[in-house]
């Protein structure tokens, strides 16, 4: 049964759609302490629900939902949706798994276990590039550019793949890095640690080098992967030149074009000689950066060999990611 001071709550919050606590405390003259545990349990029964962080958090009533119909999916169908599958819902909800498939379904009509079927055999075509949990991206590079500076090159997955959109970690990079959420970003990087630290150990790597970003946020993902691997290995420093105006490589549609943004400013300021050098990206479109700056090391520290490493990369061969 709902309080009196519960139906003032939600007849203020119908009457403007939204309220902050700020603006709820100056409406009821109730202490902060107070009125958070009245609108902690009204999210908790679900007359609530809030938006936002700490200390931007507002609140609206919760939308009455059909409820869901439950849909049985193969086991072994199933089992492969809730391993790869994640959907970020236009609200900024996460769904994972066999849940945020159904959802995802819905929302275009489709059946979901016929769909849940086309969707795994799409996968196992894309999965046929994959070997010890990487996928080799040395034919993308050598198909683009006449000269390679990497000797091989490898993606954690896809960024998308076709009719299904991003993959999984396509979307956990995309808007990792676009809400600039540590949180989330912590969670990307510890699904990824693994594999990486795989990677330094077959390959004797001795040294690191990170992309460095080239657009201004306050949080830079490529800075919270360095600290959050947590490496012992030396990081060689690549910097971004300071040019008097910045031009990302995501903004850059022509090949030529960014293989001269990336060789001009882009600079290994590092005299160390490493033999064996992991040089990782978050993302691989055209592949420009990781080429120049394999190129550059070479180069400049005469390393035997660098190994390319992307998060994400694309499956075709010159290729723009302009969202990451």
Same mark, same amino acid.
């Given at each position: 049964?709902?309080?009196?001071? %519960?139906?003032?709550?939600?007849?203020?919050?119908? %009457?403007?759609?939204?309220?902050?606590?700020?603006?709820?405390?100056?409406?009821?003259?109730?202490?902060?302490?107070?009125?958070?545990?009245?609108?902690?349990?009204?999210?908790? =029964? *679900?007359?609530?629900? !809030?938006? *936002?962080?700490?200390?931007?958090?507002?609140?609206?009533?919760?939308?009455?939902?059909?409820? =869901?119909?439950?849909?049985?999916?193969?086991?072994?169908?199933?089992?492969?949706?809730?391993?790869?599958?994640?959907?970020?819902?236009?609200?900024? @909800?996460? =769904?994972?798994? %066999?849940?945020?498939?159904?959802?995802?379904?819905?929302?275009?009509?489709?059946?979901?276990?016929?769909?849940?079927? @086309?969707?795994?055999?799409?996968?196992?075509?894309?999965?046929?590039?994959?070997?010890?949990?990487?996928?080799?991206?040395?034919?993308?590079? &050598?198909?683009?550019?006449?000269?390679?500076?990497?000797?091989?090159?490898?993606?954690?997955?896809?960024?998308?793949?076709?009719?299904?959109?991003?993959?999984?970690?396509?979307?956990?990079?995309?808007?990792? &890095?676009?809400?600039?959420?540590?949180?989330?970003?912590?969670?990307?990087?510890?699904?990824? !640690?693994?594999?990486? @630290?795989?990677?330094?150990?077959?390959?004797?790597?001795?040294?690191?080098?990170?992309?460095?970003?080239?657009?201004?946020?306050?949080?830079?993902?490529? &800075?919270?992967?360095?600290?959050?691997? *947590?490496? $012992?290995?030396?990081?060689?420093?690549?910097?971004?030149?300071?040019?008097?105006?910045?031009?990302?490589?995501?903004?850059?549609?022509?090949?030529?074009?960014?293989? @001269?943004?990336?060789?001009?400013?882009?600079?290994?300021?590092?005299?160390?000689?490493? $033999?064996?050098?992991?040089?990782?990206?978050?993302?691989?479109?055209?592949?420009?950066?990781?080429?120049?700056?394999?190129?550059?090391?070479?180069?400049?520290?005469?390393?035997?060999?660098?190994? *390319?490493?992307?998060?994400?990369? %694309?499956?075709?061969?010159?290729?723009?990611?302009?969202?990451?």
């Amino acid at each position: 049964m709902k309080t009196e001071t %519960s139906k003032r709550i939600i007849g203020y919050i119908k %009457s403007k759609k939204q309220a902050s606590l700020k603006e709820l405390m100056d409406y009821l003259g109730f202490s902060q302490q107070a009125l958070s545990r009245q609108l902690k349990r009204l999210v908790e =029964e *679900g007359q609530l629900s !809030k938006t *936002g962080r700490p200390p931007k958090v507002f609140y609206f009533l919760t939308e009455t939902k059909k409820p =869901e119909e439950k849909i049985a999916i193969d086991p072994k169908l199933k089992e492969i949706l809730d391993d790869r599958f994640l959907l970020i819902t236009p609200r900024g @909800e996460m =769904e994972e798994g %066999s849940k945020g498939f159904t959802h995802w379904c819905a929302d275009r009509n489709l059946p979901v276990e016929k769909t849940a079927s @086309e969707y795994v055999r799409t996968l196992k075509k894309y999965d046929a590039f994959r070997k010890d949990g990487l996928i080799d991206g040395m034919k993308k590079m &050598k198909s683009t550019f006449k000269e390679v500076g990497l000797d091989r090159l490898y993606y954690l997955d896809f960024y998308s793949i076709e009719r299904f959109g991003k993959t999984r970690l396509g979307q956990m990079l995309l808007y990792a &890095k676009q809400s600039q959420n540590r949180a989330f970003m912590k969670a990307l990087i510890r699904l990824i !640690k693994p594999a990486i @630290e795989r990677l330094i150990r077959r390959y004797k790597i001795d040294a690191v080098g990170f992309i460095p970003p080239t657009v201004k946020r306050e949080v830079q993902f490529m &800075k919270e992967l360095q600290k959050h691997l *947590g490496l $012992s290995l030396p990081i060689i420093s690549i910097v971004k030149a300071k040019t008097p105006i910045i031009v990302p490589q995501k903004t850059l549609s022509k090949l030529e074009d960014r293989v @001269e943004n990336a060789r001009h400013t882009l600079i290994v300021d590092e005299t160390q000689k490493y $033999s064996h050098i992991l040089l990782i990206d978050d993302a691989v479109g055209s592949g420009a950066t990781l080429n120049e700056t394999a190129a550059q090391i070479k180069f400049r520290l005469s390393a035997h060999s660098i190994t *390319g490493l992307a998060i994400t990369g %694309s499956f075709k061969g010159f290729d723009v990611i302009s969202e990451v």
